[in-house]
């Protein structure tokens, strides 16, 4: 049973940091690639559903748009917050 609970961590893991990365390379992105470029085009289509709950609860200010910045510190207080309490019984890490 340990293995099946250390292998879910380590998926969720993975997903979480490549959630972070998607955003990452799509926010740097912007500065480089037109709007249509085909790569942005797929990345937007990947990062905008994430990105649109957070839009809409925190609107831009100004030209700055912090929805990226919410999404990487959540998902890593979330990530770091559910490894902790809920895989492993208080004092075990």
Known sequence: MSTVISIFVRIINILANLIVLLVIVDSVLTYFLSPYHPL???LDR???PMLAPIRRAIPA???FDFSQGFLK???RELHRDERQSIFWP???K
């Open 61 to 63: 200010v100004g030209m």
């Open 46 to 48: 990947i990062v905008a």
């Open 40 to 42: 942005r085009r797929t």
């Open 73 to 75: 510190v959540s998902n």
């Open 90 to 92: 208080k004092g075990q």
